[in-house]
């Protein structure tokens, strides 16, 4: 098995950010990838939060949702801006 190369036109700070080990690597499957890739990355990230609200509780299932407001706040910007 080898790996894919990432193409040579990518900006700097993309190639950067693709050589993070598991961030990078999921960002780099869903943007390169095959278009089904982006149900398995929501799947994972939906189990890792049931599972840390399986182990912590409560604030497992809170603190994630609290610390994804401001990424809403962006959303609902990008939104109203067109």
């Known amino acids: 098995m080898t790996l894919a190369a990432n193409p040579p036109n990518l900006p ?3 190639r950067l950010f ?4 598991v961030l990078g ?7 390169l990838g095959d278009k089904n890739n982006v ?10 939060w049931m599972s840390s609200a399986l182990v912590f509780g409560l604030p497992g299932l ?5 610390a994804l407001v401001p990424v809403m706040f962006v959303v609902l910007l990008l939104i109203t801006k067109g």
């Open 18 to 21: 693709f050589k993070i080990p």
């Open 25 to 31: 690597w999921v960002a780099r499957d869903l943007l």
């Open 62 to 66: 809170y603190l994630p949702a609290l």
């Open 12 to 14: 700097i700070w993309q």
């Open 39 to 48: 149900w398995f990355a929501l799947i994972g990230f939906v189990s890792l």
